[in-house]
């Protein structure tokens, strides 16, 4: 039987590519998108695409009414937004600030304290999009405030569910997918979005319950929190 995955923000960057390949692996893919019209143009033609945006609880919660406890075996938290790019210490405004902590943090928080459930029951994975300007010990700089606390919090997020759904069955891990090619990494990036996302799937599918609440990089490196 094939396995089920649900990727919230899957519309473009990693989500999207993260939609494609487990696609093309025979993936039952549920692809969360706040503009599931335009996403069906490009995401492939047996995907499930549906209506999300994690800063809205109603929208999560029709989410979880319309998944009906399905089991899930992966549920990707990978929504995100950068917020200001600020290149040096600089407090967000309050409209700035409130997007990225919504997004980011209260995001993740609100998908999986309805989707666990589905996942606990599967015995699956719950994967957190993190990020390494969210590691208070790997930080070196202090531009980008409001993400790097953003990815920070949503690292508590991940070790607050492990504690929680891991004795429940699921495992739940932070994953940083190094500075990837996409809209928010830029041009620059080191990483192209088909590497990285290849290789959070083989961190992926080698979790288990040792890694409930780890934090990993795409080639399966343990980060410090
Ligand atoms: N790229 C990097 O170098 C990098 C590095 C470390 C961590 N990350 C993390 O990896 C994740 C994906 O990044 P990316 O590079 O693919 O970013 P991206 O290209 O900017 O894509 C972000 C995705 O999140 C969706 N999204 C944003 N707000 C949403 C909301 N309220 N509800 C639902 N979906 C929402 C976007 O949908 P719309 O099309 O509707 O805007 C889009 O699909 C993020 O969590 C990011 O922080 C990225």
Known sequence: MSKTVLIAGASRGIGLEFAVQYAAEGWRVIACCRSPEQARGWLPADVDVQALDVTDPESVAALGWHLDDEPLDLLICNAGVFGPDTGSFAAPGDAAFDEVMHTNVLGPMRLIQVLAPSV????????????????????????????????????????????????????VIALHPGWVRTEMGGPNALVGVSESVEGLRQVIADAGVDDNGCFLDYTGRNLSW
Request: net charge positive.
């Open 120 to 171: 606990a029951q599967a015995k699956g994975v719950i994967a957190v999009l993190s990020s390494k300007m969210g590691s208070i010990y790997e930080t070196s700089g202090a531009d980008a405030l409001a993400y790097r606390c953003s990815k920070a919090a949503s690292n508590m997020v991940v070790k607050a569910a492990a504690n929680e759904y891991g004795p429940q069955g699921a495992t």
